[in-house]
């Protein structure tokens, strides 16, 4: 078990898509045994947020402390709708005008960032929420990505993908973490890609990825060795189009990876394969940063 993983920051906007956030992170909390700190950032220079918080001084002229007293209040009842108090932590308020900057910044004090896939708006899927992709991009710590279609729990099935770089195995002690505690069945998925000469070819390089898969298994995974299956797909376009395909038809609830594949410069977009993923379907993911 992840023993470092104690305090876990969960972005809100007051949405009802934000709220999606909070339940997904309070099961991350219990089983990592950790706390919750809901957190928004608010502009004063905005006259348009003041209607979210109901507080009477939101403006310029206002006073800073008993504003960011107030949305911090505010935070907390909102949090409470969803999540145990004895599992809430501090509130966390920051006057910005940028939320992901914000976000950014407060990451350093947290362990774990979990925050929905959409905004205020309802519109931000269209680019995955402008603010979930900056902070995918520049937080150095697993991010999870709620997704408001999903279904998080009950936990039955976990996908791992992974192309056998050392940067893709850093998504496998979250997946143990959890599968441990909630009795998920794991999933290691490897898409093959490339074009083919014949079938007797695709099925010879399938047999050897799918034997490296189980010893991966065998190395990080040992104590999963009963609940967990391995998976090999033809990616002949494209491994995220492989990788989706099997989501759809598997049905997880999670699924966790690494943001930086086998180039090591996938960071620059956050990692195109996770965050076309996360685009296209209906999952709840956990990006970890290797």
């Known amino acids: 078990m992840n023993k470092g993983l104690n305090k876990i920051l969960v972005p809100v906007d007051f949405s009802d898509f934000s709220r999606k956030a909070l339940p997904v ?8 045994k950790a706390r919750i700190s809901p957190f928004h950032a608010y502009d004063l220079y905005s006259n348009m947020d003041g209607f979210h918080y109901d507080v ?3 403006h310029i002229d206002g006073d800073p ?3 960011e007293q107030a949305i911090k209040t505010k935070l907390r009842q909102f949090a409470l709708e969803a999540v145990d108090n004895g599992i809430l ?3 966390v308020a920051a006057q910005d005008r940028k939320p992901a900057q914000a976000i950014v910044e407060a990451s350093g004090r947290f362990d774990m960032i979990v925050m929905s896939s959409h905004g ?18 520049f937080v150095n710590r697993p991010i999870v990505i709620v997704e408001d279609e999903s279904e998080f729990t009950p936990f039955r099935k976990i996908l791992v993908p992974t192309d056998f770089s050392s940067n893709s195995l850093a998504a496998l002690p979250y997946a143990q973490d959890i599968a441990q505690v909630t009795g998920a069945e794991v999933h290691l998925f490897h898409a093959l890609c490339g074009d083919f000469h014949n079938p007797e070819q695709f099925e010879q390089q399938k047999q050897e990825r799918l034997e490296k898969l189980h010893e991966i298994a065998e190395r990080h995974l040992p104590e999963l060795a ?3 299956k391995c998976f090999v797909a033809h990616g002949a376009d494209s491994a995220h189009n492989a990788i989706r395909e099997h989501i ?3 049905h997880y609830n999670l699924v966790v990876m690494a943001a930086i594949g086998r180039t090591g410069l996938d960071h620059l977009p956050i990692g195109s394969t996770a965050a076309t993923l996360i685009r296209a379907v ?4 956990m990006v970890i940063k290797p």
């Open 25 to 32: 992170a309070q099961e991350l909390a219990r089983i990592y």
């Open 56 to 58: 009477d001084s939101f």
């Open 65 to 67: 402390a008993t504003i």
């Open 89 to 91: 932590d501090d509130s």
């Open 120 to 137: 205020r708006t309802g519109f931000m899927r269209m680019l995955m929420g402008s603010v979930a992709e900056k902070v995918l991009r």
């Open 226 to 228: 009963g609940n967990l």
């Open 248 to 250: 759809i038809g598997q």
């Open 282 to 285: 209906h999952t709840t993911f």
